[in-house]
């Protein structure tokens, strides 16, 4: 069973930047389309960024420009680089396939706040 386990995130201030790491287990990683979601506290879970099998990435209108998104399927890596902070940012972030979804992991709480 494919399971996710995030990291790098924490207390920023507005216009700051964080890296996200998501570490996956399980067979044929390389195959599926990876996306980071977010949840804020009383929101449902939205995805935020994918990137598929072939690299080719999408966003969110609220991230686009923002939030870079990449794999490393060697070492079952997905990442999201997140630049210029907004209050509205703040979430659990979690990686997850998109479409056969696994297993969510415990996220990781990301607070853009001065």
């Known amino acids: 069973q494919v399971q996710f386990v995030e990291s790098g995130g924490g207390l920023v201030q507005p216009g700051g930047s964080l890296r996200l790491s998501c570490a996956a287990s399980?067979?044929?990683?390389?195959?599926?389309?990876m996306g980071w979601y977010r949840q804020a506290p009383g929101k449902q879970r939205e995805l935020v960024a994918s990137?598929?099998?072939?690299?080719?990435?999408n966003y969110a209108n609220s991230v686009e420009g923002r939030f870079t998104i990449s794999r490393d399927n060697a070492k079952k890596m997905v990442y999201l680089q997140m630049n210029s902070l907004k209050p509205e940012d703040t979430a659990v972030y979690y990686c997850?396939?998109?479409?056969?979804?696994?297993?969510w992991g415990q996220g990781t709480q990301v607070t853009v706040s001065s």
């Open positions: 997850n396939r998109v479409g056969t979804l696994g297993s």
């Open positions: 990137i598929s099998s072939g690299v080719n990435t």
């Open positions: 399980g067979t044929f990683f390389s195959i599926y389309t």
